[in-house]
């Protein structure tokens, strides 16, 4: 059985500060330095494992090639593919334009030939990602795909040499539905699976995003979506006799999971039985080294050895109505608040090189028919104004909930009270009534904020001196007129230092 990778650094652009490996301390890191970035992740944090992303960004090609030749001793030592591993993250076709996809698959090919010249033991890549995995037949179809190129590469160009045409698939499902339904997903793929190859694969990696249901679906539908998913695929897995190794994508800002180097026990407890886990930008650069280090290390002691949540049916269903009676809420609000944002999404800070987001190379996400950035770009942004977006449309839906509703989701949420009281200190009041002025629709969120308060019983407002700069900074941020990006760019940037993340 070949080793599981514990944790998984990732290009999500979420830092505030540069990088500790950037002599320039400049907080975007480019293209061409994420080969030395993944290195660094490697050798520096003791990461097991690096995503290398080709979807809606610009990726390098010679990833393999450029760390074989000016590290190979530590490859030699720590061998890709089996010590440590860089994953692809391919471009969905279904949603954005292929154009990459050939590219990626070549690099997997090449990539093996190179080890082979120099007498590593396993082929470095031999896994991807596809993201906003909808369907059983997409992620057959990648496979299909590469054993087609890795067939035509053999016959028309090295037919002395033999490539391995069998790659291994992790969907990604990004939101409450293809989460919930995961297993019907997952189930259909092995007998797709079972038909064409002839076997079934000796396990699953699956990996749950946090972030884009969040950002369609708000907060509670989001971490509710998670567990329930989790829970699921070990009923799946007992149930197929088949190891399952959940992954779950998430940011140190509690709306995209919550996980930084200082809530480490939060996150195994919230989510136990989870075997891999992204330590994004935010999560590597924002603390001290050696507190990430020391994180990095808590992770790999932790969550090999945590048991899998366990939800019970009935709780399963109290748990769906929930979710998607908070998803109502949340809509609701949200696109009465989206024109409002504009200037603040566009003033954002760039931390990575990315194609537009929407047009020939890209793909917008949408909430109601409504475009809206990336979750980063988003959960900044509403920090950046005093208003935390985990508690749009949380209050309210919270406030709805029958005794036993609200029974059932405080004992699977055992960190509610924790999360809401450290989210309490970042609200701005005052800021809230200058937006609700011209847009009544902020009173929601206002209802929200003290719905929770008085259910939870937490202070509002700033704690700490860090805090209350913060919560200067959101005041000036909603009193600054368009067309005055830069100014918002450069507030933003200091809040982000001050919270431990951008967004």
Same mark, same amino acid.
């Given at each position: 059985?070949?080793?599981?990778?514990?944790?998984? =650094?990732?290009?999500?652009?979420?830092?505030?500060?540069?990088?500790?490996?950037? !002599?320039?301390?400049?907080?975007?890191?480019?293209?061409?330095?994420?080969?030395? +970035?993944?290195?660094?992740?490697?050798?520096?944090?003791?990461? @097991?494992?690096?995503?290398? @992303?080709?979807?809606?960004?610009?990726?390098?090609?010679?990833?393999?090639?450029?760390?074989?030749?000016?590290?190979? @001793?530590?490859?030699?030592?720590? %061998?890709?593919?089996?010590?440590?591993?860089?994953?692809?993250?391919?471009? #969905?076709?279904?949603?954005?334009?292929?154009? $990459?996809?050939?590219?990626?698959?070549?690099?997997?090919?090449?990539?093996?030939?190179?080890?082979?010249?120099?007498?590593?033991?396993?082929?470095?890549?031999?896994?991807?990602?596809?993201?906003?995995?909808?369907?059983?037949?997409?992620?057959?179809?990648?496979? +299909?795909?590469?054993?087609?190129?890795?067939?035509?590469?053999?016959?028309?160009?090295?037919?002395?040499?033999?490539?391995?045409?069998? *790659?291994?698939?992790?969907?990604?499902?990004?939101?409450?539905?293809?989460?919930?339904?995961?297993?019907?997903?997952?189930?259909?793929?092995?007998?797709?699976?079972?038909?064409?190859?002839?076997?079934?694969?000796?396990? !699953?990696?699956?990996?749950?995003?946090?972030?884009?249901?969040?950002?369609?679906?708000?907060?509670?539908?989001?971490?509710?979506?998670?567990?329930?998913?989790?829970?699921?695929?070990?009923?799946?897995?007992? &149930? +197929?006799?088949?190891?399952?190794?959940?992954?779950?994508?998430?940011?140190?800002?509690?709306?995209?999971?919550?996980? $930084?180097?200082?809530?480490?026990?939060?996150?195994?407890? +919230?989510? $136990?039985?989870?075997?891999?886990?992204?330590? /994004?930008?935010?999560?590597?650069?924002?603390?001290?080294?050696?507190?990430?280090?020391?994180?990095?290390?808590? !992770?790999?002691? &932790?969550?090999?050895?945590?048991?899998?949540?366990?939800?019970?049916?009935?709780?399963?269903?109290?748990?769906?109505?929930?979710?998607?009676?908070?998803? /109502?809420?949340?809509?609701?609000?949200?696109?009465? *608040?989206?024109?409002?944002?504009?200037?603040?999404?566009?003033?954002?800070?760039?931390?990575?090189?990315?194609?537009?987001?929407? =047009?020939?190379?890209?793909?917008?996400?949408?909430?109601?028919?409504?475009?809206?950035?990336?979750?980063?770009?988003?959960?900044?942004?509403?920090?950046?104004?005093?208003?935390?977006?985990?508690?749009?449309?949380?209050?309210?839906?919270?406030?709805?909930?029958?005794?036993?509703?609200?029974?059932?989701?405080?004992?699977?949420?055992?960190?509610?009270?924790?999360?809401?009281?450290?989210?309490?200190?970042?609200?701005? !009041? @005052?800021?809230?009534?200058?937006?609700?002025?011209?847009?009544?629709?902020? #009173?929601?969120?206002?209802?929200?904020?003290?719905?929770?308060?008085?259910?939870?019983?937490?202070?509002?407002?700033?704690?700490?001196?860090?805090?209350?700069?913060?919560? %200067?900074?959101?005041?000036?941020?909603?009193?600054?007129?368009?067309?005055?990006?830069?100014?918002?760019?450069?507030?933003?940037?200091?809040?982000?230092?001050?919270?431990?993340?951008?967004?």
């Amino acid at each position: 059985m070949r080793k599981i990778p514990v944790t998984m =650094g990732t290009q999500h652009p979420d830092n505030a500060q540069a990088a500790f490996w950037d !002599l320039n301390q400049n907080p975007f890191i480019s293209a061409y330095n994420e080969t030395t +970035e993944a290195f660094e992740n490697f050798s520096t944090l003791d990461v @097991d494992e690096y995503m290398w @992303d080709w979807e809606g960004k610009h990726a390098d090609a010679a990833v393999i090639d450029r760390l074989f030749s000016t590290k190979y @001793d530590y490859f030699k030592e720590h %061998q890709l593919g089996i010590d440590k591993f860089i994953t692809f993250r391919f471009p #969905n076709i279904w949603e954005e334009k292929g154009y $990459s996809l050939m590219q990626a698959m070549t690099t997997f090919l090449s990539a093996e030939d190179f080890a082979q010249d120099l007498n590593f033991q396993k082929r470095p890549l031999f896994e991807a990602i596809l993201p906003m995995a909808q369907r059983a037949e997409q992620i057959f179809t990648m496979q +299909e795909r590469f054993e087609q190129l890795a067939t035509f590469k053999q016959q028309v160009f090295t037919a002395q040499r033999k490539n391995n045409p069998y *790659l291994e698939m992790i969907p990604l499902f990004e939101n409450f539905d293809t989460q919930l339904n995961a297993s019907k997903i997952l189930d259909k793929y092995l007998q797709m699976h079972l038909d064409y190859f002839g076997f079934r694969p000796p396990y !699953l990696r699956i990996f749950l995003a946090s972030s884009d249901s969040a950002l369609s679906s708000g907060f509670m539908n989001s971490i509710t979506g998670n567990k329930l998913a989790i829970a699921r695929l070990y009923e799946f897995s007992q &149930q +197929e006799n088949i190891p399952v190794y959940p992954i779950t994508g998430m940011g140190s800002a509690i709306f995209r999971g919550g996980l $930084s180097p200082r809530r480490i026990d939060r996150f195994v407890q +919230e989510f $136990s039985g989870v075997r891999t886990v992204t330590a /994004q930008s935010a999560f590597r650069y924002d603390y001290p080294l050696a507190e990430v280090q020391t994180a990095i290390k808590q !992770l790999k002691e &932790q969550l090999p050895a945590a048991q899998p949540l366990v939800i019970e049916a009935d709780d399963q269903e109290t748990l769906i109505a929930i979710a998607e009676k908070s998803a /109502q809420f949340y809509r609701q609000t949200l696109d009465q *608040l989206i024109p409002d944002m504009q200037a603040i999404f566009q003033a954002f800070p760039k931390r990575r090189d990315r194609r537009q987001h929407v =047009g020939v190379l890209g793909y917008s996400r949408e909430v109601d028919g409504q475009a809206l950035p990336r979750a980063i770009n988003f959960t900044g942004s509403f920090y950046a104004i005093g208003v935390p977006p985990e508690f749009i449309g949380f209050g309210r839906a919270l406030a709805s909930l029958s005794a036993l509703e609200l029974g059932v989701f405080v004992r699977h949420y055992p960190h509610l009270k924790a999360d809401f009281t450290e989210l309490a200190a970042y609200v701005n !009041l @005052d800021s809230l009534a200058i937006l609700a002025a011209t847009n009544p629709a902020w #009173n929601e969120v206002k209802t929200d904020i003290l719905t929770l308060q008085q259910i939870l019983g937490f202070d509002l407002g700033p704690q700490t001196k860090e805090q209350e700069l913060h919560h %200067q900074l959101t005041q000036q941020i909603v009193q600054i007129k368009d067309g005055a990006s830069v100014a918002i760019t450069a507030l933003i940037d200091r809040q982000a230092q001050l919270r431990h993340f951008l967004g």
